[in-house]
């Protein structure tokens, strides 16, 4: 509007009714033009943040920190598991205990710096290794074994099942390091029956031939999520159905921007209700003093602090379009559609879907793993369904990215196979 009113003025030859004319409208007329203009925007900004869904607070982040280097206030990240802070032990006693047995006994875990396909590889492979037991007494030969390890996928299964209870969309989580730490498992011992059961193991060592270059000991990973002891603002009050009660847990003491999902047992939660400065449990326990809460932090830029890793997310970054369309449940029927979905993650920065082709149910080629192997689907038959493989291309990767490309990949196929649960979804590279 100012534009047009600008043109007519300077249209105007007649410069003393062009001066009168722009008085006029700069002292009333440009007012009302900026009124409506600020009007406008708030009404747009209305729209948007009616399909803001809640999911953009539980966005889970991921990275790996040296163990020395692990910072116990850091603004929003905490170590997956809480005992990985303390330094792994070993105790020869257990392990001449497990020898005796004839059973593997897990020494310690490790993180393996290469990539997913070369990983397993030498996982099948089952092939064991050397490595040195020292004491106080001396050193003993043993053997070991490496096996995928399973602790932090399982944390991800207990935020699966955390989801659930809270009644919240589940998203995959993009966390490729958790994939690639391996257990070092005890299969024998040159001298296992010798052992002084009363020793201590001063130092605890394997080499890994072609693929020691690849280990890292003594990194543990970090998410952004926090468990909490919450305590009820108040009273239990009963809830409007007279039977169960109403649990507020205020939020304004631990942050209102960030998630917060309810753990605890499935019997006491009915269902819980979200504003923006508290959580509300409707359940039958009448009495309660706290409940167990994980707090999802949303990602802060630290000023003093740098990561040593890169950080993965299972952001979006989609814009109104995607949201509306997630919001309303569309059905997804077209490949631009598909394609959609999948650039709207961070993740796929750098990466371009190709081709979607559906084939006849057969054995899986493509070169992705399933990231939610324990969403049990009781309906479908795994051997009929047909498969969807999803062709990517990569471009403008940079280096330090290069060995987390399959992890990624299968981030995203494994996204579109929460969609498309009558596929069995595969990817592959151009």
Not at 111 to 135: A, D, H, P, W
Request: glycine share 6%; hydrophobic share 35%.
């Amino acid at each position: 509007m100012k534009d047009i009113i600008r043109d007519r003025l300077n249209k105007m030859e007649d410069l003393e009714q062009r001066r009168m004319l722009k008085d006029l409208m700069t002292g009333v007329f440009l007012n009302l033009v900026e009124y409506q203009e600020t009007l406008n925007k708030q009404i747009e900004q209305r729209v948007f943040d009616e399909v803001v869904p809640l999911e953009e607070r539980h966005d889970v982040y991921v990275t790996l920190c040296p163990r020395e280097d692990l910072d116990p206030i850091h603004e929003f990240l905490y170590p997956i598991l809480p005992e990985d802070a303390a330094p792994q032990t070993v105790y020869l006693s257990e392990a001449s205990e497990a020898l005796a047995r004839k059973e593997e006994m897990n020494l310690f875990t490790f993180y393996m710096e290469c990539g997913q396909q070369e990983l397993q590889s030498l996982l099948k492979s089952n092939r064991t290794f050397r490595g040195e037991i020292v004491t106080s007494e001396g050193r003993h030969a043993i053997t070991v074994r490496l096996k995928s390890s399973t602790a932090y996928i399982s944390k991800i299964e207990e935020l699966y099942r955390v989801f659930r209870k809270n009644s919240l969309p589940w998203k995959s989580i993009n966390a490729p390091y958790v994939f690639k730490f391996v257990d070092c498992v005890l299969v024998g011992s040159d001298d296992g029956d010798a052992w002084d059961k009363q020793h201590v193991v001063k130092e605890l060592s394997i080499h890994l031939e072609e693929f020691e270059s690849y280990k890292r000991t003594n990194l543990i990973p970090l998410w952004n999520i926090q468990k909490l002891d919450m305590k009820t603002g108040g009273f239990p009050v009963p809830a409007s159905d007279r039977i169960n009660y109403e649990h507020v847990l205020p939020l304004r003491k631990t942050g209102t921007e960030h998630g917060y999902l309810v753990d605890g047992d499935e019997s006491h939660i009915r269902y819980i209700k979200r504003s923006e400065e508290d959580i509300t449990i409707v359940s039958p326990l009448e009495k309660s003093d706290s409940w167990t809460v994980l707090k999802i932090a949303g990602p802060v830029a630290t000023r003093i602090g740098r990561m040593e890793f890169p950080l993965f997310s299972n952001n979006k970054r989609e814009g109104f379009a995607g949201k509306y369309a997630r919001q309303e449940g569309r059905s997804v029927r077209s490949k631009g559609e598909i394609a959609r979905m999948i650039h709207a993650f961070q993740a796929a920065e750098g990466l371009e879907l190709e081709e979607v082709q559906v084939v006849a149910p057969g054995p899986a080629l493509g070169i992705t793993y399933p990231l939610n192997g324990f969403v049990s689907d009781h309906v479908r038959v795994e051997a009929d369904k047909h498969r969807m493989i999803l062709r990517f291309s990569k471009h403008g990767i940079q280096p330090e990215q290069a060995i987390f490309l399959d992890d990624l990949l299968s981030f995203l196929v494994s996204e579109i196979q929460l969609a498309f649960p009558e596929y069995r979804c595969e990817g592959e590279w151009m």
